[in-house]
């Protein structure tokens, strides 16, 4: 059996990014080199203000103006065009947010089953799919609530499911927790974390919480705009 390191699922070269505010110039990244493997946990730290939720929106393909390089599972972003980067996005990429920016007026099995429909999957393959998430995550008694109906910790496992439903080869986190009481915090990450580990997909996660940050992998801080 080959011992040959795994091929990054990202890899990020010299990226930067700055915005113009008051007349004056904010260099925000400042040529950051980062690459992640699959079945590999990263977290990311800094305080607020310091690019992480930048750094992964870059990495995610959310938004134009970045300097640099970012190879998504061995395509180069910045020679792809916009339906293509969104195709990338779609196939290769889950999000998790502080907050769960769940579709209010669809239930919690519809707001999984979505993006996959998106995806072209079969309807009910996408059903089974959200079922199963669903339930391994406590909620299988709650699949036909509507977010309103849900606490804040059961809106962010729907959130959870939704950002693997695709089974993404990486899966981008910022602040997954922060919006939760301790508790509750430790018993969604640790779900969101069996479920990355059991699908083999790479995590970047950004956080303010360190007790959480290492029991990652890896850590990494960014720090005046590049990465430690």
């Known amino acids: 059996m ?10 990020v070269r010299g990226l930067t990014r700055s ?3 008051g007349g004056v110039r904010i260099e925000v990244l400042r040529g950051v080199d980062f690459e992640i493997r699959p079945g590999e946990f990263v977290a990311l ?12 929106q870059a990495i995610g393909l959310l938004e134009g103006g970045f300097g640099g390089s ?5 395509a180069e972003a ?21 907050f769960h920016h769940l579709l209010p007026d669809f239930t919690a099995i519809e707001n999984v089953v979505l993006p996959q429909l998106v995806a072209g999957k079969d309807r009910i393959e996408a059903e089974d799919r959200a079922k199963d998430l669903l339930e391994t995550l406590g909620l299988g008694e709650r699949l036909d609530h509507r977010p309103s109906q849900l606490s804040g910790g059961e809106q ?5 499911a939704r ?11 910022d602040e997954p927790t922060g919006n939760l009481d301790e508790a509750t915090a430790d018993k969604v990450f640790d779900e969101f974390v069996r479920l990355v580990r059991g699908q083999g997909s790479a995590a970047l996660v950004a956080t303010h919480n360190e007790r959480l940050a290492y029991r990652m992998d890896r850590v990494v801080r960014l720090h005046e ?4």
Not at 2 to 11: C, H, I, L, N, Y
Not at 79 to 97: C, N, P, S
Not at 163 to 173: D, T
């Open 156 to 160: 962010q496992r729907v959130a959870v």
């Open 163 to 173: 950002a693997l439903a695709n089974k993404p080869a990486l899966v981008l986190a």
């Open 70 to 74: 970012i190879d998504i599972c061995g």
């Open 225 to 228: 705009g590049k990465l430690e």
């Open 45 to 56: 730290l800094g305080p607020s203000g310091s690019g992480k939720s930048t750094m992964l």
């Open 19 to 21: 915005f113009e505010q």
């Open 78 to 98: 910045s020679k792809l065009d916009g339906d293509a980067r969104t195709t990338l996005r779609r196939d290769h990429i889950g999000f998790v947010y502080q």
């Open 2 to 11: 080959s011992d040959a390191p795994q091929t990054p699922v990202a890899k």
